[in-house]
């Protein structure tokens, strides 16, 4: 290898952080060609990750250093949501196994696609990814940043995280979990919780947050100011043959069934 090539690489490796990848994309518009990328192959510097993508030889990665470069480089908007941020935060260890707990969730907006070379590669984990309007594509709101050690990733705060929970009920997230998701957010913020409900999209998921915040009797469900909220109209059926929240016009399980539901 040239020395120019040799000092190109290393001042990119030097900057590299530790356990993430690099989009091909990307390194070609910080001026790596892909004749040069493809050189560093074959000199045991970078190897694939799918088709697209690299990462530094002796790195050990997991699917959170993939969605590094989904969200850093590529600047796509997916992020870490639902159960998945509710267990990076220690709020769902407690949780029976059910529908939806195997593998981790990624949220993004309507027609935004995971790059194929994420798709490709074997992480450790089963990636399941959910694409939404819950929220509008261009908002942040109830977004945080999760340090990994030598690089963040965007993951959704409590406040969101159980709203997309409450998303996937009953299809991929049992009503059961979800309750039992709730009971243990005692702590949430209600002005931000005021504000994620102004702009939520669905009005199942309003209603069943509020059925649930009731039922869990927190003290922070006090501070919601519902009369700014848009509960729509007419019935919604979150499960069948169960029973009807008068207040809120949902359907949801008796007890017996929703012990069953886990």
């Known amino acids: 290898m040239s020395q120019p090539n040799r000092t190109k690489i290393n001042q990119l490796l030097t900057s590299w952080p530790n356990g993430t990848v690099s989009a091909c994309s990307w390194l070609h518009q910080k001026g790596f060609g892909y004749d040069l990328i493809n050189l560093y192959r074959r000199s045991c510097w970078l190897y694939s990750v799918g088709r697209g993508a690299v990462a530094r030889v002796g790195d050990q990665l997991d699917w959170t250093g993939g969605l590094y470069a989904i969200q850093k480089q590529l600047n796509l908007p997916i992020h870490v949501?639902?159960?998945?941020?509710?267990?990076?935060?220690?709020?769902?260890?407690?949780?029976?196994?059910?529908?939806?707990?195997?593998?981790?969730?990624?949220?993004?907006?309507?027609?935004?696609?995971?790059?194929?070379?994420?798709?490709?590669?074997?992480?450790?984990?089963?990636?399941?990814?959910?694409?939404?309007?819950?929220?509008s594509k261009e908002t942040t709101l109830g977004l945080t940043k999760e340090e990994m050690g030598a690089y963040s990733i965007t993951i959704s705060a409590p406040e969101r995280a159980i709203m997309e929970t409450l998303h996937l009920v009953p299809e991929k997230q049992s009503f059961e979990g979800a309750k039992l998701l709730f009971e243990g957010l005692t702590t949430l913020r209600p002005n931000l919780v005021q504000s994620l409900k102004e702009q939520c999209g669905s009005i199942k998921v309003k209603r069943l947050f509020m059925h649930l915040a009731e039922k869990s009797n927190h003290a922070w469900v006090a501070k919601v100011n519902q009369s700014q909220l848009d509960f729509g109209k007419g019935k919604r059926m979150i499960v069948r043959d169960g029973h009807l929240d008068s207040k809120y016009q949902i359907t949801v399980p008796t007890v017996s069934r929703a012990e069953e539901g886990v």
């Open 81 to 135: 949501g639902g159960r998945t941020a509710l267990e990076m935060r220690g709020y769902a260890h407690f949780v029976p196994l059910g529908k939806g707990r195997r593998g981790v969730y990624l949220y993004g907006a309507p027609r935004t696609r995971l790059p194929a070379w994420f798709c490709e590669h074997e992480w450790d984990v089963k990636v399941r990814y959910v694409t939404t309007n819950l929220f």
